[in-house]
């Protein structure tokens, strides 16, 4: 695969450097610019992510300034990475704050006289990582990873990102050291593929 350009955003809310999505984002990260590709990281525990509270807001008010230049990376990627914790089984509210910020109309897609869409961030792939308590089968097949299906079919596929691909990571509390650098390990190999 040719290099890409990856934006890789670590959406877990909480700025302690030593949660798990941080080292997975970081891993990715190292893998990717091992493997020739460019990377550009976003930490939105580090960003000022305001609420949208009207339809008319998401329509034609411009995207605040501090997320600027995260809209303008994520319309320049060939490839998003999202990477967050499971909360109440979907992503954390931060994470859906930002992605309605900067995937507005205009941008990501745009209405169409016929009351349809027009999706303008195809030729996009996206990763989905996803952190959580429980066991990652249990989340996908007895709760049939609701949450996770709603970002991927309602947000990234709505506005062309394809094919969208997940890792559930599960039982990340009770995990052994071996297994967390498995999973560092693999993260490395994802981002030196850039998928």
């Not at 305001?50 to 320049?76: G, K």
């Not at 994470?95 to 999706?119: C, H, I, M, S, T």
Request: net charge positive.
């Amino acid at each position: 695969m040719p290099p890409r350009s990856i934006v890789i955003v670590q959406g877990h809310p909480d700025p302690d450097p030593g949660h798990l999505c941080r080292a997975l984002a970081d891993a990715y990260a190292e893998g990717a610019r091992q493997g020739g590709h460019t990377v550009q990281q976003i930490d939105l525990a580090e960003l000022d992510v305001p609420l949208l509270t009207s339809q008319r807001a998401f329509e034609y008010d411009p995207v605040p300034d501090s997320l600027r230049p995260a809209q303008d990376a994520i319309v320049a990627a060939d490839h998003l990475v999202l990477v967050f914790p499971l909360w109440l089984g979907t992503m954390p509210a931060l994470v859906k704050a930002f992605l309605e910020q900067v995937l507005r109309p205009g941008v990501a897609f745009e209405y169409l006289d016929n009351g349809r869409q027009k999706v303008l961030m195809t030729g996009r792939s996206a990763r989905v990582v996803v952190t959580m308590g429980m066991p990652a089968p249990v989340y996908r097949w007895w709760f049939l990873a609701h949450g996770i299906r709603g970002l991927e079919r309602n947000i990234l596929g709505f506005v062309g990102f394809k094919p969208v691909r997940e890792t559930l990571l599960g039982m990340v509390t009770a995990t052994s050291p071996k297994r967390r650098a498995g999973w560092l390990k693999d993260m490395r190999k994802l981002g030196a593929r850039g998928e």
